[in-house]
């Protein structure tokens, strides 16, 4: 499975400012995804994240809330813009199997996110 | 009603006990079913991933899926403390459809 690192690891940020949390892959993926978990959730898709396309949302996540980048076919970042302490979360991403195929997917160690 | 239902626990059980976990959905499309693993602090770990219904075995692990049922499981034989976690189920139709997670079981298993 492919070995997937986020930065930062954790941050406690003031409301009203932005973070961006990226994401690497030691190896060309096609899909990857964001996610977020609430303290004791489940994880709920932030978006997903093509390379070379506008990012795919799923219903209550704007672009202008949570922008995402995906520059090339090993990394990604996304962006908590304007934040408030409902943000406070853990933020993951993962990824599909690449060219091996299959449904799938792999995830980071997460960002652990507060906001006061 | 949720797409995929499980039961949150928390689940206790002394070590050596054999663990069973469960989840329910009501999507017929789903066809790939996954069991993820999450400690503390960390990010979820791929245990098991099947296609439609069957076994699936992985040394203490072994995945079952009823699709008639619409019901899946986990069962994890000789349980260790190191097992202790929040086991996720996770699923998809497959063709690049999102997973679907159900809400974990917190699983402790006492020495």
């Given at each position: 499975s492919?070995?997937?690192?986020?930065?930062?690891?954790?941050?406690?940020?003031?409301?009203?400012?932005?973070?961006?949390?990226?994401?690497?892959?030691?190896?060309?993926?096609t899909?990857?995804?964001?996610?977020?978990?609430?303290?004791?959730?489940?994880l709920?898709?932030?978006?997903?994240?093509?390379?070379?396309?506008?990012?795919?949302?799923?219903?209550?996540?704007?672009?202008?809330?949570?922008?995402?980048?995906r520059?090339n076919?090993?990394?990604?970042?996304?962006?908590?813009?304007?934040?408030?302490?409902?943000?406070?979360?853990?933020?993951?991403?993962?990824?599909?199997?690449?060219?091996?195929g299959?449904?799938?997917?792999?995830?980071?160690?997460?960002?652990?996110?507060?906001?006061? | 009603?949720?797409?995929?239902?499980?039961?949150?626990?928390?689940?206790?059980?002394?070590?050596?006990?054999?663990?069973s976990?469960?989840?329910?959905?009501?999507?017929?499309?789903?066809?790939?079913f996954?069991?993820?693993?999450?400690?503390?602090?960390?990010?979820?770990?791929?245990?098991?991933?099947?296609?439609?219904?069957?076994?699936?075995?992985?040394g203490?692990?072994?995945?079952?899926?009823?699709?008639?049922?619409?019901y899946?499981s986990?069962?994890?034989?000789?349980?260790?403390?190191?097992?202790?976690?929040?086991?996720?189920?996770?699923?998809?139709?497959?063709?690049?459809q999102?997973?679907?997670?159900?809400?974990?079981?917190?699983?402790?298993?006492?020495p």
């Open positions: 492919a070995v997937i690192s986020q930065k930062p690891s954790r941050d406690i940020c003031q409301r009203g400012t932005s973070l961006t949390i990226q994401c690497q892959v030691d190896s060309q993926v899909m990857m995804f964001w996610y977020r978990q609430q303290p004791g959730q489940s709920t898709l932030i978006a997903t994240a093509n390379q070379g396309s506008e990012a795919t949302y799923e219903s209550g996540f704007v672009i202008d809330k949570f922008p995402i980048s520059p076919l090993t990394f990604s970042t996304l962006t908590v813009s304007n934040m408030s302490p409902e943000d406070s979360s853990i933020y993951l991403c993962s990824v599909d199997r690449g060219l091996a299959g449904d799938e997917q792999f995830f980071g160690p997460g960002t652990r996110l507060t906001v006061l | 009603q949720k797409e995929v239902e499980q039961d949150p626990g928390p689940l206790s059980v002394p070590e050596g006990a054999i663990v976990l469960n989840c329910t959905y009501s999507n017929s499309a789903f066809q790939y996954m069991w993820y693993r999450q400690y503390s602090r960390k990010g979820p770990e791929l245990l098991m991933y099947t296609y439609s219904s069957g076994n699936k075995e992985d203490r692990f072994t995945a079952q899926v009823d699709k008639s049922s619409k899946i986990l069962f994890i034989r000789d349980s260790q403390p190191s097992d202790s976690a929040t086991y996720l189920c996770a699923m998809s139709a497959g063709g690049a999102k997973l679907v997670f159900g809400q974990g079981t917190r699983l402790t298993i006492n």
